[in-house]
Nanobody, 133 residues
Framework: QVELVESGGGSVQSGGSLNLSCVAS????????IGWFRQAPGKEREGVAS???????SYSDSVKSRFTISRDNAKNTLYLQMNSVTPEDTAMYYC???????????????????????????WGQGTQVTVSS
């Protein structure tokens, strides 16, 4: 059984920072890809940042240089450090995983995912991020 539990969302002013956490109990036999996704009201769910089994990060163009994905294997926790946030970052943020992804496919999730495709077979319940101007 795979369980993903997000936390750390909240309200922040434009230009501020937030750090999201995802406790991930993953049991896989091979590669996997885990990442952060978001969905704003009335918009498609989109990839934000992803990390493969080797720890290689990838980012969508909209968050590159502002957000940082990282993980602590000892704590089974994935993080998303969000800096210089803007109202456009307001969304429900989800942690999700593809439990069979080879490393060279992981970047697709952060760079191209728009609500469908791929094989994201584990999702958290989401944590809300609201950025005010």
């Amino acid at each position: 059984q795979v369980e993903l539990v997000e936390s750390g969302g909240g309200s922040v002013q434009s230009g501020g920072s937030l750090n999201l956490s995802c406790v991930a109990s993953l049991r896989t036999r091979g590669g996997y890809c885990i990442g952060w996704f978001r969905q704003a009201p009335g918009k498609e769910r989109e990839g934000v940042a992803s990390m493969d089994i080797n720890g290689t990060p990838s980012y969508s163009d909209s968050v590159k240089s502002r957000f940082t994905i990282s993980r602590d294997n000892a704590k089974n926790t994935l993080y998303l450090q969000m800096n210089s946030v803007t109202p456009e970052d307001t969304a429900m943020y989800y942690c999700a995983a593809d439990l069979s992804a080879p490393p060279d496919t992981c970047a697709w999730y952060s760079e191209n995912y728009r609500g469908s495709g791929g094989n994201l077979n584990a999702w958290g319940q989401g944590t809300q991020v609201t950025v005010s101007s």
